[in-house]
């Protein structure tokens, strides 16, 4: 398969843990964006990569959120000391260029914080 | 961003068509209109984009009014698997995509 991969799929944890998500987007994709969505609304940005350079970041990523894209390939999203509000649908994207260009969609990281 | 309206939901018969409307009245001259797909517990999936003309790829047909201020997607023989949340969106070259609420589309059997 050689879609766009998250990993891990289910995440439970409990108020004021840390937690780190993986995305692997489509190898020959530059550019790769994460978003949220909750229950009954569409995904709300977050933030996107160019290759290893984030270039955008909305102002849904507080402080205890923070992404990175080490060496242009996969990418993490790392929420420390997760509160109840955090429990979401991660998703991951990449696109091979800007848009217009098609985003590709991984199937998300569940989060729920407890 | 710019803004499109829809439907909160519609719904329609298996191996019926089906056309999707959205209102984009604010829609500026450089703006691509996108429509995704989430199926249930699955991420968005790209369904098709245009500019000016009507576009037509294997999944649907994108119908662009005139003026531009409303486009409509057809599915032209729905099954039970299209059923899903549609959404359109409008790319002001802005790098990301904006969801709004979408269209829920119920296929009855």
């Known amino acids: 398969d050689t879609g766009v991969s998250q990993d891990p799929r289910h995440k439970i944890t409990k108020r004021g843990q840390n937690v780190t998500f993986r995305c692997d987007p489509i190898?020959?994709?530059?550019?790769l964006y994460w978003y949220r969505q909750t229950l009954g609304q569409g995904p709300e940005f977050l933030t996107y990569?160019?290759?290893?350079?984030?270039?955008?970041k909305s102002r849904l990523l507080s402080d205890r959120f923070s992404a990175e894209r080490p060496k242009g390939s996969f990418s993490t999203l790392e929420i420390q000391r997760t509160e109840q509000g955090d429990s979401a649908m991660y998703l991951c994207?990449?696109?091979?260029?800007?848009?217009?260009?098609?985003?590709?969609f991984g199937p998300g990281t569940r989060l729920t914080v407890l | 961003d710019a803004k499109t309206t829809q439907p909160n939901s519609m719904e329609s018969n298996e191996e019926e068509p089906v056309h999707l409307p959205c209102n984009h009245s604010?829609?500026?001259?450089?703006?691509?209109i996108h429509w995704y797909r989430q199926l249930p517990s699955q991420g968005p999936e790209y369904v098709i984009h245009?500019?000016?003309s009507n576009v037509n790829n294997r999944m649907a047909s994108l119908a662009i009014a005139e003026d531009r201020k409303s486009s409509t997607l057809i599915l032209h023989r729905a099954t039970l698997r299209d059923a899903a949340v549609y959404y359109c969106?409008?790319?002001?070259?802005?790098?990301?995509?904006?969801f709004g609420q979408g269209t829920r589309l119920t296929i009855n059997p």
């Open positions: 994207a990449s696109s091979p260029g800007p848009p217009p260009n098609e985003q590709f």
């Open positions: 190898s020959e994709h530059n550019r």
């Open positions: 990569f160019q290759n290893e350079a984030q270039l955008e």
């Open positions: 604010t829609i500026s001259g450089t703006d691509y």
């Open positions: 245009g500019l000016t």
């Open positions: 969106i409008l790319d002001r070259g802005a790098q990301k995509l904006v």
